[in-house]
């Protein structure tokens, strides 16, 4: 029962270095996501994908780039890490891309820019 | 700018006592979706409201949406330490392709 896999759990970077976050789930979802999660600022919708091939922007998507090349897989990429970056970053599925479907966290990946 | 809002953003209570949380929307939401956060996990999933005026009950957890789907409820009767965590409301914008989470509310129960 993997469900949604995120990696690192911890990472340090230094500022102007580049790093991806790996998330797989394996229930065969449509919708994926990356959120962060800053204090008092609840959870931020960064990008998002309905499917393989096809991605959107969030909330707060500048200084992310993300990929969907295959329906298990959504790595989140930092081209140029800034410490405003600094956060707790959630991958997340849900089984379709329409309201009302439960949507099912990774673990969590703590990210610090120093 | 955040769609849903939820007050308060922290609540400390004594165990046994009872504890809210309200969500906001400035839209009419199709559903809205609460879920839980232990100090250090993820968010795991609660319950989903649909209908206007809906009310839901789990165990001590009751979750009201309101009338003209733009407000939502989470009450805990008689809290226990189990409860503490953070708990968010999540709607969904627009096609329902993006899911806008609140601000969520940190529950803090003092034994």
């Known amino acids: 029962n993997a469900g949604v896999t995120q990696t690192p759990k911890f990472q340090v970077l230094k500022t102007g270095q580049s790093m991806t976050l790996q998330c797989a789930q394996d229930m065969n979802h449509e919708y994926m996501s990356w959120y962060r999660q800053d204090p008092g600022m609840g959870l931020r919708l960064i990008h998002y994908s309905v499917g393989a091939g096809i991605t959107d922007q969030g909330e707060v998507p500048n200084g992310y780039n993300v990929s969907r090349s295959t329906t298990e897989d959504f790595p989140l990429r930092l081209l140029s890490a800034a410490p405003s970056q600094t956060s707790v970053y959630f991958c997340?599925?849900?089984?379709?891309?329409?309201?009302?479907?439960?949507?099912?966290f990774g673990e969590g990946s703590w990210l610090t820019v120093v | 700018g955040q769609q849903v809002m939820q007050i308060p953003q922290y609540q400390h209570v004594q165990e046994g006592e009872d504890f809210t949380t309200y969500c906001n929307s400035s839209t009419t939401l199709s559903n809205i979706q609460w879920y839980k956060q232990r100090p250090g996990g993820h968010p795991v999933f609660l319950i989903q409201?649909?209908?206007?005026?809906e009310v839901k009950k789990q165990k001590r957890l009751t979750f009201q949406f309101g009338e003209a789907k733009k407000n939502s409820s989470l009450h805990i009767t008689a809290t226990q330490t189990t409860d503490v965590g953070t708990y968010f409301c999540?709607?969904?914008?627009?096609?329902?392709?993006?899911?806008?989470f609140g601000t969520g509310t940190s529950l803090t129960v003092i034994p």
């Open positions: 999540a709607g969904p914008k627009g096609t329902g392709n993006q899911f806008y």
């Open positions: 409201l649909v209908k206007s005026g």
């Open positions: 997340a599925s849900s089984f379709r891309a329409s309201s009302g479907n439960t949507i099912y």
